[in-house]
């Protein structure tokens, strides 16, 4: 799992997650192996979030490693 730090509060819609992992530089990432530059984007997978206004079901982006081949979750803090 990577998870991205966001300092505003976190408001959970797919519109913010979005937004911010549009902003993402992946190329700079760092791999849990200790490389960047090497993660790609492998696919999505849907997550469903408990808010007290209901369930919201986020599409949560999953990145592949060219170097040692881990997928990694991408969420917000």
């Known amino acids: 799992m ?3 730090l ?17 902003s993402l530089q992946i190329h700079r990432i760092f791999c849990s192996c200790g490389h960047a530059g ?6 999505y997978y849907t997550r469903r979030v408990k808010t007290p206004a209901g369930t919201v079901i986020l599409r949560i982006l999953r990145l592949k490693c060219a170097e040692c ?3 990694h979750a991408v969420l917000l803090s």
């Open 2 to 4: 990577i998870t991205v």
């Open 6 to 22: 966001v300092n505003e509060n976190n408001p959970v819609s797919q519109d913010f997650y979005d937004s911010v992992i549009n």
């Open 38 to 43: 090497c993660l790609h984007i492998h696919g």
């Open 69 to 71: 081949g881990h997928t």
